[in-house]
């Protein structure tokens, strides 16, 4: 028998990261179109890929819990990222 279940997380577990990130696009201010659009989509799919096998899913629930107040979310593998789409005044 293989050791899938370590490596594709439930459908439950897929749902909850999803959130997580887009908890985390909304604090930091990302056009959610414009990250979509990046790279044909490419970057946002690898966004969310980052986001369903992330090691820090602890400190980012703990992070966004206190409205990051505890600084910059450097532990995130897609910050760079979200702030290259910012949200733009009209």
């Given amino acids: ?5 370590l490596l594709w997380p439930r459908t ?9 990130m887009d ?11 414009t990250a979509i659009r990046i790279d044909r989509g490419l970057a946002f799919i690898e966004a969310r890929a980052k986001c ?11 992070w966004l819990a206190s409205q990051g107040q505890r600084g910059a979310a450097s532990f995130c593998p897609n910050l760079a990222f979200f702030r290259s789409c910012p949200k733009t005044e009209n």
């Fill in 23 to 33: 908890q985390m696009m909304e604090v930091q201010g990302v056009d959610v179109l």
């Fill in 52 to 62: 369903r096998y992330c090691v820090h899913e602890g400190v980012c629930r703990h």
């Fill in 1 to 5: 028998m293989s050791n899938s279940r």
């Fill in 12 to 20: 439950e577990e897929l749902h909850e990261r999803y959130a997580l």
